[in-house]
């Protein structure tokens, strides 16, 4: 595994962030342990609960039990509910409060590094709220705080100069204000993470051959070529599941590691089994030429937009 910097305060971080959603519990908590346990042994010291649920958390928490706290980076999601049925969106100053304590009660993790507010709508985000998320970084309970989402509103959280982490999707076929938006946060000295580097318009040949394909014109002429053309395929992604030894989403996640303003990746993983493919991706180097094939095909995107 490797590791790049994180925060002002020296820490670092591990290129892969395990995500944990209740998902991952539901065999019971003896699963999520191991999971976690799976993901320390690959070198992975960042952690990211993706609701406030105390059940995750204190899975967490029991599975970190035994590591020095200074040496791993745990992040909660606040306002996307605790991941229970029937729960809602809650940004108000108490919700997220009592969500922080509730989860810090079971899990015994002391603080969290980051409290990740998860895409707060324009008027969803009470300053009482954001006052409540300071006095919680100014006591230690929250080290720093991020907000995380794809919206154009992220880039007026961005410009506020109110955050310390952005959390964004970004992939090969990003489009230029998600490169943008992580180039601004940079400049802001914002730490960055970025998930959904394996969109589903990618995830299978027949998708990524049809991505930057025109569409059928008058008398049925343009559209895609037909599969057994051999030009079928040519200025898209169908590359990504034609790469020797590199599956497509390998490839995908190793593209999101090259930008240097990316502090780690997101990446969910049930078993951990798929947990330590992925993190042998890391340490490998991209075939020649594929870096290039990949910005092709990006701005033959860019161009059929």
Known sequence: ????????????????????????????????????????????????????????????????????????QVSLTLGAGDGRRGSERDFSADGMTGAIDRALRVSGLGWFDVALLDEPAEHELPQSALNALKSLRANQRVRLLGVS????????????????????????????????????????????????????????PQKAA???????????????????????GAGTFAFLHRTSGWPAESICLAYSLTDPAVSSVMIRANEPERLNQLAQVPD?????????QIEMARIAAAKAA
């Open 149 to 204: 989402g794809e919206g154009e509103i992220m880039d007026t959280y961005v410009s506020t100069g109110a955050f310390d982490v952005l959390s964004t999707p970004y992939h090969v076929n990003s489009e230029w204000r998600v490169r943008n938006r992580i180039r601004t946060a940079r400049e802001q000295d914002m730490s960055v993470f970025v998930e959904g580097y394996y969109p589903e318009e990618l995830a299978t």
């Open 1 to 72: 595994m490797r590791y790049r910097p994180f925060g002002s305060g020296g820490q670092a971080v591990s290129a892969l962030t395990l995500s944990l959603t209740p998902r991952d519990v539901a065999r019971g908590p003896q699963a999520g342990c191991e999971l976690v346990y799976s993901a320390l042994e690959a070198g992975i010291n960042s952690y990211r609960l993706e609701t406030a649920d105390p059940v995750l958390a204190e899975v967490l928490g029991e599975a970190l039990r035994h590591v020095d706290r200074k040496l791993v």
């Open 210 to 232: 049809t991505v930057n394909q025109p569409k059928k014109g008058l008398f049925g002429l343009g559209g895609p070529k037909r599969s057994d053309s051999p030009l079928a």
């Open 284 to 292: 490998r180097d991209m075939p020649p030429g594929l870096s290039a």
